[in-house]
């Protein structure tokens, strides 16, 4: 079974591979007032399921970037 590629307007090629949040699983109208709350998203990692990745750092949009030894 084939599965789409997940995809977000929080994650983008910049951000590793396996950044993965609820969001981009949810089918939903982009809304501008959301904005507000892309701090409180929830975010794991692909690869363990976890939030925390291989390294054992913690998951967030802004750590999980090329550059961080287990970014994809």
């Known amino acids: 079974m084939d599965h789409p590629t997940p ?3 929080l994650v983008t090629p910049l951000h590793c591979s396996h950044l993965r949040h609820k969001g981009m699983y ?3 109208e982009e809304d501008p ?3 507000s709350v892309l701090g409180a998203t929830a975010y794991w990692c692909a690869k363990t399921q976890k939030s925390f990745g291989p390294d054992g750092d913690a998951v ?6 090329h550059g961080r030894g ?3």
């Not at 967030?60 to 970037?65: E, G, I």
């Open 7 to 9: 995809a977000s307007r």
């Open 26 to 28: 949810v089918r939903a």
């Open 33 to 35: 007032d959301l904005t």
């Open 60 to 65: 967030s949009r802004d750590a999980c970037q």
């Open 70 to 72: 287990c970014c994809g």
